[in-house]
């Protein structure tokens, strides 16, 4: 892959510390590193170690206790609450490891709910849904509820509804945690062919080794630092 020289996310100095009683627990600090255009990125490191935490910084769900985040030039971590909300549903799509699919609804109606939220009629927010639900191999249950789904085809439709907003980021906190490894590969295959396609900036928060090690960099956070390490050096 061709990876241009344009940073695409970058962080400085960042620190996120949380109250605990009377004392307070630094859970990262001094965190800098950038995300190149086109790029997919690994975070790997323990449960607990801040990983999920920092995708949220990353995509101004959370505030950092200090330092900064840009964003293809904006500022993120200095944002207002509409800003924020405006900013992430215009450039930035999530897949979490739980699914969040709202059970009352159809395949086709999750992937539509971005669109749908931020005032696109419904009968686009549906069109746009069938294609993203074909990009991902759910032609044939787009009228399925979640329940009916299985877990691989709920992160599917989750995917597709990440993807639905064409953002230019994909932020990715343990995407096949929950699956089986088969289904894993399936959906990571997946994640990997639409990162190319689409021409996203990608950042995969991950415990798998074999997943990380597809992709351009790992990063590794431990003991609230940050530093990068090579695919070959990760355990088998």
Known sequence: MHLTQQKMLRVENLKKVFRSGQ???????????DVGQGEMLAIVGESGAGKSTLLHILGAL??????NVYCAQLRVNFLSENE?????????????????LLPEFTALENAAMPLLLRGDSRSIALQEAAHWLHE????????????ELSGGEQQRVALARALIT???????????????????????????????EQKLTSVIATHNFAFARRCDRVLRLQHGKME???????PA
């Open 62 to 67: 959370d505030k950092a206790s200090s330092g």
């Open 84 to 100: 924020a909300a405006a900013f992430r549903n215009r450039e930035l799509g999530f897949v979490w490891q739980f699914h969040y």
């Open 228 to 234: 990068e390490v090579q695919a070959d050096a990760l």
């Open 166 to 196: 064409k953002p230019k980021v994909l932020l990715a906190d343990e995407p096949t945690g929950d699956l089986d490894m088969q289904t894993a590969e399936a959906v990571f295959d997946l994640i990997a062919r639409l990162h190319d």
């Open 23 to 33: 004392s307070d627990l630094v859970l990262f600090e001094n965190l800098s590193f």
């Open 136 to 147: 991902v191999g759910l032609d044939k249950r787009a009228h399925h509820r979640s329940g």
